[in-house]
Nanobody, 122 residues
Framework: VQLQASGGGLVQAGGSLRLSCAAS???????MGWFRQAPGKEREFVAA????????YYSDSVKGRFTISRDNAKNTVYLQMNSLQPEDTAVYYC?????????????????WGQGTLVTVSS
């Protein structure tokens, strides 16, 4: 399984970025998630989407600002991030979970991408 995350970069507070995660698996059959890890902090759940029906779930810290989506035809998952704040600065990772229910726990996700850095300046 290969997950290739891209789209990170430097943006000013209030700006937007869209992350992409290209997968070598059929995203239809997985829950695909985004996690992030800020310097000196633990990895935390951001959002997830269930491939089979598009059901989504978000952490409270990004709800209303971030949108996760998937294109099963392209086996790609996206994270649209709006109204970015300095506290969103982190390395963002995409991950794949073969179970049928959405989990916020990183240990449930079996495959991980390499991460893409998002830096939000104030």
């Amino acid at each position: 399984v290969q997950l290739q995350a891209s789209g990170g970069g430097l943006v000013q507070a209030g700006g937007s970025l869209r992350l992409s995660c290209a997968a070598s698996i059929r995203t239809f059959s997985y829950v695909m998630g985004w996690f992030r890890q800020a310097p000196g902090k633990e990895r935390e759940f951001v959002a997830a989407v269930r491939g089979i029906d598009g059901v989504t779930y978000y952490s409270d810290s990004v709800k209303g600002r971030f949108t996760i989506s998937r294109d099963n035809a392209k086996n790609t998952v996206y994270l649209q991030m709006n109204s970015l704040q300095p506290e969103d600065t982190a390395v963002y990772y995409c991950a794949a979970d073969p179970h049928s229910s959405i989990s916020v726990y990183s240990h449930e996700y079996e495959s991980w991408g390499q991460g893409t850095l998002v830096t939000v300046s104030s």
